[in-house]
């Protein structure tokens, strides 16, 4: 549990860092990188409109408490192995069963807690095989590609159940990011009215460019500072046509590659780093377990 909340949002500081680190993605990239682990699927090109969604949203949904880049890496290697493409077919998974399906999924390790993982993969497939004909296309014209209403709506417990983790506040954002930047023409409605996905390098990078300052103390990520993570970007990239989403691959990069070797205020990227002068001084600390802030402008 965090202790008081002692924290200041700061939107128009955001917003000048947000107009730095996209122009230096557009053109070198942030400390020389634009990848994230999800653009390794790039490495198995598919040509099936279909399945491709359904492998962005299948692994997707295993994106969580785990290394990512490792995750897409075995979704890489079960895409390349002939004898598993069913599990990307949502009526198939069904048509075999829980029991093969988890034996798939450990193959390549794209399950990493077997059960869990398996139920996870299997309830999803189970609602898009049963209720949207087995085409995750035709869940989102269901709710008119409205993307915003969409993450309203099946926001409830009875999609957290069939629908697990797609439907939660975090990875739902992150989810829409995936399919927008890596299937073309999907004629999405009012990704801009969605919240940055918050992770811990969205986290720390926010902090660490003074976008929210303060004293603070939790034991992990809490939805308070989530929260005001969403905020600041949502107040700060308003009126700037830069959906908040779209922030999510700079600052992770910067994290990433910068704000993660900082350490007692001094950070070794420093000289390279493309917002130096928005680092803030005092203690960023943001990990799965540990948050503790410190800063001031």
Not at 8 to 24: C, G, N, T, Y
Not at 261 to 270: A, F, L, S
Request: glycine fraction near 6%; include cysteine.
């Amino acid at each position: 549990m965090g202790k008081r909340v002692n924290l200041e949002i700061h939107p128009e500081r955001a917003k000048k860092v947000a107009k730095v680190l996209v122009k230096r993605l557009e053109k070198g990239g942030i400390f020389s990188f634009k990848e994230l682990p999800d653009d390794e699927i790039k490495k198995v090109p598919l040509k099936d409109r279909e399945k491709l969604i359904a492998v962005l949203s299948l692994v997707t949904a295993l994106d969580y408490m785990r290394d990512a880049k490792k995750l897409w890496e075995s979704a890489v290697e079960t895409l390349k192995d002939k004898e598993l493409q069913w599990i990307f077919s949502p009526k198939e998974v069904v048509k075999r069963g829980r029991n093969e399906l988890k034996k798939a999924l450990l193959k390549h390790r794209i399950a990493m807690r077997k059960d869990k993982d398996t139920d996870i993969w299997w309830n999803i497939s189970q609602t898009i095989a049963g209720e949207f004909g087995g085409s995750f296309l035709s869940f989102f014209d269901s709710f008119n590609y409205m993307v915003d209403e969409t993450y309203r709506k099946i926001d409830d417990k009875k999609w957290h159940e069939k629908f697990p983790n797609l439907s939660g506040r975090k990875i739902f954002p992150h989810w829409i990011r995936i399919l927008k930047e890596k299937v073309e023409d999907l004629p999405f409605e009012n990704v801009g009215k969605l919240p940055i996905p918050v992770d811990v390098h969205v986290t720390r990078a926010t902090f660490t460019t003074g976008c929210i300052t303060g004293s603070y103390r939790a034991k992990s990520i809490t939805a308070t500072v989530r929260n005001l993570v969403i905020k600041v970007w949502d107040e700060a990239l308003k009126d700037e046509g830069i959906p908040p989403v779209s922030m999510f691959r700079p600052l992770w990069l910067l994290s990433k590659h910068g704000c993660h070797y900082r350490k007692n205020g001094d950070c070794p990227k420093r000289e390279e780093c493309p917002v130096r002068q928005f680092c803030v001084s005092g203690k960023v600390v943001v990990s799965a377990s540990h948050v503790e802030i410190d800063t001031s402008l």
